[in-house]
């Protein structure tokens, strides 16, 4: 199996800035992609960010030039971070990770989730 374990979630001051970070494990053989999605109440789950291999990244329009998926050696080691900066109280969701995963080679890709985060960001 697949596990996916966000952290770095919490309450925040419009304007004020929260990292989250997720870590996959488990029987991997590659990942295609990793990306953040949000959920807020009463809403539909919508795209945030994603990143595939390779390192291009691809962002909502409404997070854009605030948000941003670092490219680090952790990439490497399927872990990604979502850096969110200038908050809004619109950001408020909860925040979950997904990865494509091909399990062994050849074979066939996969969606797995976290277990989400919740980001609240207060005026």
């Known amino acids: 199996q697949v596990q996916l374990v966000e952290s770095g979630g919490g309450l925040v001051q419009a304007g004020g800035s929260l990292r989250l970070s997720c870590a996959a494990s488990g029987s991997i053989f590659s990942i295609n992609g990793m990306g953040w999605y949000r959920q807020a109440p009463g809403a539909q789950r919508e795209l945030v960010a994603t990143?595939?291999?390779?390192?291009?990244?691809?962002?909502a329009d409404s997070v854009k030039g605030r948000f941003t998926i670092p490219i680090s050696r952790d990439n490497a080691k399927n872990t990604v971070y979502l850096q969110m900066n200038s908050l809004k109280p619109a950001d408020t969701a909860v925040y979950y990770c997904?990865?494509?995963?091909?399990?062994?080679?050849?074979?066939?890709?996969?969606?797995?989730w976290g277990q989400g985060t919740q980001v609240t960001v207060s005026s």
């Open positions: 997904n990865a494509v995963v091909e399990r062994f080679r050849g074979g066939p890709k996969y969606d797995y």
């Open positions: 990143i595939i291999s390779g390192g291009s990244t691809n962002y």
